[in-house]
Every structure is written in C-alpha cells, then in structure tokens.
C-alpha cells in the first residue's frame, strides 16, 4: 500500500500510544520539498520527511543533505523513533550523576529503542538499515592503530594530509616518487630525523616539515603524510591505477576552517551516494554520518560498533577514526612517526607552497 501523510500519521499515533516513551513525542514535520525545510524546521540538524507522490519519503537534516530515500512504512517509523529518542537521551544522560552526556548517549538510545521494539534496538546497534549485522566486541586499545593521531591532527599535526593506498604488490616508495619525491632520498632509504637533522639551527620543525614528507607501510597500506605538494605533482587516478592501487582513501584538515574531509575512492570512483565532499564534522555521536543504506553503510555500522564499544572516548575524531581502522584496517606507526624513524624525502622540486 502507497504511503501517504494521513497513513504515516496514524501509524505513528498508534506506536506512540503503545510506548510511553514516544508519549509525547511528535512526528517530525513532514513536506512535498525540500525547499520548505528552513520555513518548517528553522536552524539546519533535525530531521525533516518529504514524501512525493509515488509515496517515497526522503529524510533531510538540512535543506542539501538527504540522509535516506524508503517506501517502508516500518523504516520511517524507526528513523523518526531514532530521532525522538536521541533528542530524550540527551536530556537523560546530561543529568545522570557520575556520568555525563558522552558515556551515556548511545547506550541510552539503545536501550529505549529496546524498550520500543527489540528489533529496533537491534537494528540500531547494528548502525545499519536492518538488524542482520552483527560483530564481535573490539577488546583492544582503540587509539592502537589509527585513532592515536586523531586529536593532534586536528592542528594539522604531524600533517595536512593523510593519505591512503591499497592494492596487489603496491610499492611505497613508487607511490611517493609518483607525488615528487626527491629520487635520491627515496632510494637513501631516508628518515625524516634525517632530514630535520640538516635544517638550519634554529629552524622550527615545523616550517621545514612543510617541505618534506613522510611515507612508509602499515598493514595492508601503502601511507603518505604531508602538507602540500609541489604543482604539477599528486596521484592522478590513472596513474595510481598504473602501480596497482585499487583503493585510496583521504583525510585532509584545514584547522584554520574547522574543515576536515574525508574521501574513499575504489577502482578509480569516488565512494560518495553522490554527494560529492564528506566533512568528518557531519559526524555527531549517535547519528550515523552518512547515506541510510547507501554505499558508505559498512562505516555507519563501524561507527556504531566504536560508539558501542568505547564509551570512555570522548572525540568525536577518536572514534571516526577507530571505525576507520575496524573497517578499513588504517593504520599509521606511532612511535615511527613521534621519533622521526618514519620513511621520508624532500619533494623533488622546491615550488612547494604552503597551502
């Protein structure tokens, strides 16, 4: 049966009747457009249905970020009930002694989606469109592999850019002379302690790091760091492609704009539900950051697991990242990296800018 404003209305009145939790929760409110967004909603961030014709309701946070498109009638009642009881687990958890509104926001969500319907508590546990997903508790530090670098990185700390390669026989070293290495250091095998050796005394570090850039291994990825690369240089897809890459992903901040990207290419194409640009500040604890069901599902459910899992983190950057390395396997040396042991090169020309 086509969904239609007067059916959705009912069957919320009639979930709401039989829970006292959504007692005095309304249906969020429901338009033919987008457009109407701000008229209806005010300030961008809560939820708002368009439903067309043809009965398909689309969920919008604001008036250009669509977050699901469904003709069933179950999961919009369950993305609205999401959406009551985030805005009363909110309330709940900033009063709780002892505890605060990090450690307890999804775990309370959780279990008033329990109370609500099991399988919804369930599918929300799962950070995914269903309740099918499941996966074993982390049991390890989540600041280990990836997570560690998350806080200092916000400040461009050790760099700008973080990017990732993955693929058959990919070499590290052809990667970076690829972006404008220096061939001579590359093949040197040279640190970076190396490089800051010969700086002038006096020089801050971080003035000459922007002319150099580290590189290595971890894992099953091929990792380059740096702040800028000389014009003309980088890696075009299709050259990637020539060396065997067959996924890349790129985190990029701007600590000047508070932005912070993230982008997942596989076999050449960008991984976006076409939504072009992915801001990492999207990501608000206990609302999966992208597309309901789309391409990028597999890290709503891996944040969902971090959020889960690790309570006691309180960035937001800690546990998108720690997702990151649960579903993707980054990985990034920490103690390389701290003690300058890590891989790197100067970039071969010496028109690199300073972003």
Not at 42 to 63: I, K
Not at 151 to 173: K, M, N, V
Not at 208 to 228: I, K, R
Request: proline share 4%; with cysteine; net charge negative.
């Amino acid at each position: 049966m086509q969904m239609t404003e007067d059916s959705l209305r009912r069957a919320w009145h009639q979930l709401a009747a039989g829970s006292d939790l959504l007692d005095d929760a309304m249906l969020p409110a429901i338009g033919t457009s987008r457009d109407q967004y701000e008229r209806l909603m005010g300030d961008p961030g809560g939820l708002f249905l368009v439903l067309d014709a043809e009965g398909t309701v689309r969920g919008y946070r604001s008036p250009y970020q669509e977050i699901f498109a469904t003709q069933d009638l179950d999961e919009v009642l369950y993305l609205a009930a999401e959406e009551a009881v985030r805005h009363l687990a909110e309330y709940i958890a900033a009063r709780s002694p002892g505890h605060g509104p990090v450690s307890n926001l999804v775990t309370g969500q959780t279990q008033m989606l329990d109370r609500i319907k099991p399988v919804w508590g369930r599918r929300f546990r799962s950070g995914g469109m269903d309740a099918t997903q499941s996966a074993q508790p982390c049991g390890r530090d989540p600041l280990e592999r990836l997570a560690w670098v998350a806080h200092t990185w916000r400040d461009q700390d050790p760099y700008t850019h973080l990017e990732f390669f993955r693929g058959e026989g990919i070499s590290a070293e052809r990667i970076a002379l690829l972006y404008g290495a220096d061939p001579e250091q590359t093949a040197a095998g040279t640190r970076l302690s190396d490089l800051r050796s010969t700086d002038d005394p006096g020089r801050d570090h971080w003035e000459s790091d922007w002319e150099t850039f580290s590189f290595g291994q971890a894992g099953d990825w091929v990792f380059l760091m740096y702040h800028d690369t000389p014009s003309g240089t980088g890696g075009d897809s299709a050259a990637l492609t020539r060396l065997g890459v067959a996924e890349t992903v790129r985190l990029s901040a701007c600590a000047a704009k508070a932005v912070y990207t993230f982008a997942y290419t596989r076999d050449g194409r960008l991984v976006d539900d076409g939504r072009g640009g992915l801001e990492l500040i999207w990501y608000d604890r206990g609302r999966t950051p992208y597309y309901r069901g789309g391409r990028l599902d597999f890290l709503n459910q891996a944040i969902r697991r971090a959020e889960l899992d690790h309570p006691e983190l309180t960035s937001t950057f800690a546990l998108y990242f720690h997702a990151l390395d649960d579903a993707l396997g980054l990985q990034l040396p920490q103690r390389d990296i701290q003690e300058g042991t890590v891989r790197a090169a100067r970039w071969a020309r010496g028109d690199a800018g300073r972003g």
